[in-house]
């Protein structure tokens, strides 16, 4: 299942910031492709506030609702702004992400990608910051066991940016994992392998500068994937950002789409074995068009083979 909106276009940025609408139609673009033609598609509900309050207290929902303008642009910091569409682009992404959940969990589909913006997962319970404003996979993860009783949820984010915001949310919650490939030391500062939450629930494979597919396979398979094994989650939510692509302008790793849907496959496989084949995904970066564009269809197409 894709879930999508039309709202996500309204979300506005500065001229020149990576993080633009044209994100969403590269991806519309490349999904309209016959190969996608059997892909059910919904438009992503607005969100609860109640469901956001799951990862961020109330005082900071009314912040960000606040903080957006009746016109023009309002920054909260050098690199995240708020637009008049903001709010609803924002609410549409939390429906998006939880809709995908109950989807999932209640068996109407195999899997759900939520191709939605503004991204979230270096949205800290108290701070927007690095283009996020709510943290969507960590709301998600929260829906699931509020509304539907997962015990265990992870979250696997292979975003070049470590997601700072999900470890923060995540960090003293046994029932709650997160796992990160990411290049290190890099933006946000954070991911290092030393950083392992109160109950070793998160798991951080740093990569350098310059690592491609056989780096990033690697730490997978030794650091990633047996660690998620161990958890075995009753639901798998992907943090899917695209910009440890060769091509991006952001990142300095050097994956290929086959280095994504080879992830994806693999995620597949465990959730497989723990969480009947239950997995959400939700974008994250990626700022290179074509980059994201192709990449997007490798993880769209890996997903639609469950």
């Known amino acids: 299942m894709l879930l999508h909106h039309t709202a996500y276009l309204d979300h506005l940025t500065p001229v020149g910031h990576p993080e633009r609408p044209d994100r969403i139609r590269a991806i519309d673009r490349i999904l309209e492709h016959e190969r996608f033609q059997a892909l059910e598609r919904e438009p992503a509900p607005l969100g609860a506030v109640e469901d956001v309050l799951l990862a961020h207290p109330a005082e900071y929902v009314d912040m960000i609702r606040n903080a957006v303008p009746s016109e023009g642009l309002f920054r909260l910091d050098m690199d995240t702004t708020v637009s008049p569409g903001s709010w609803e682009a924002a609410m549409r992404a939390v429906g998006g992400a939880c809709l995908a959940v ?39 993860a929260r829906h699931a066991q509020a509304k539907h009783g997962a015990e265990r949820v992870a979250v696997v984010d292979f975003d070049v940016h470590h997601g700072n915001g999900t470890q923060d949310i995540f960090w003293s919650d046994p029932t709650l994992m997160y796992c990160s490939t990411h290049q290190a030391p890099f933006y946000p500062g954070t991911g290092a392998a030393s950083e392992t939450g109160e109950h070793g629930n998160i798991v951080n494979a740093p990569l350098s500068a310059g690592d491609g597919g056989a780096e990033f396979r690697e730490a997978m398979d030794i650091v990633i994937l047996p660690r998620l094994e161990e958890f075995a989650p009753d639901l798998i939510i992907i943090s899917a950002g695209f910009d440890a692509h060769a091509r991006d302008p952001l990142g300095g790793l050097n994956l290929v789409e086959t280095d994504f849907a080879w992830a994806t496959e693999r995620l597949m496989d465990v959730a497989a074995r723990h969480a009947q084949g239950r997995v959400v995904s939700l974008l994250e970066g990626g700022y290179d068009l074509e980059g994201l564009a192709r990449s997007t269809a490798a993880h769209v197409m890996t997903l639609m083979t469950a």
Request: charged share 20%.
């Open 102 to 140: 109950d989807e999932v969990v209640s068996r109407k589909v195999s899997n759900a990608f939520s191709a939605s913006r503004p991204p979230g997962h270096h949205a800290e319970r108290i701070r927007a910051m690095g283009f996020c404003l709510f943290n969507n996979a960590a709301v998600a």
